[in-house]
């Protein structure tokens, strides 16, 4: 069984909480990510995202050149373990709508995984299924940009705004997978509503 430390990306991306935001800001910029982990003497002390900056910074006028990361990062951070196996991380994915987990030990972030990770070694998975429903339930868009994200985003719906990330970074054959299994549990779970639907239109030309 595959665990957490299988499958994590252990080049981690992170700042210390007296950085200004603007510094923060071009590692997202430069490594194209969306947040970014704060750590203090080794140890995970918060996270900074995108949101973080848009809605903490930019929204209230404030010199991202003058703010430090301890101003506005989110201080409770989410994290899992190295011998967390891949459906216990899907179902805390799932259920808090994130795509990217920090894997800590005793402390000291040691690893991150994202759903992509589990998607590619575990993509069949009940749980990895019902985590990706929960995560792609609507939600405010705030970190997908690009002609090619747009394009993808008119293609499967806004609701499937988690989705459409998470494809992007796997293989065409499997983000096609991924796009049909969602695309056909989300109908499946509408089907009285469609069916009532056709009902409706039936007696309304029946009547005409």
């Known amino acids: 069984m595959l665990v957490a430390r299988d499958v994590m990306t252990r080049s981690l991306i992170s700042c ?19 947040d970014v982990l704060v750590a203090d003497a080794g140890k995970l002390v918060g996270i900074l995202t995108d949101r973080d900056i848009a809605v903490r910074v930019t929204a209230k006028a404030l010199d991202p050149e003058r703010v430090p990361v301890r101003d506005v990062m989110s201080d409770r951070v989410l994290t899992g373990q190295p011998g967390w196996d891949l459906d216990q991380i899907a179902r805390q994915m799932g259920k808090y709508q994130i795509r990217r987990l920090p894997i800590v030990e005793d402390g000291t972030p040691v690893g991150i995984v994202s759903f992509s990770d589990i998607v590619r070694h575990d993509g069949h998975s009940s749980h990895v299924v019902q985590a990706l429903k929960e995560i792609s339930e609507p939600q405010p868009i705030d970190r997908l940009h690009g002609l090619k994200r747009k394009g993808l985003l008119a293609t499967l719906g806004v609701g499937l705004a988690a989705t459409a990330a998470v494809a992007l970074t796997l293989s065409p054959k499997t983000a096609g997978e991924l796009r049909e299994r969602v695309q056909a549990t989300r109908i499946g779970n509408r089907r009285p509503e469609v069916m009532q639907a056709e009902r409706n239109r039936n007696l309304k030309r029946m009547k005409d």
Request: net charge neutral; hydrophobic share 45%.
């Open 16 to 34: 210390s909480p007296q950085d200004f935001v603007a510094q923060a800001a071009l590692l997202m910029r430069d490594r194209n990510i969306g």
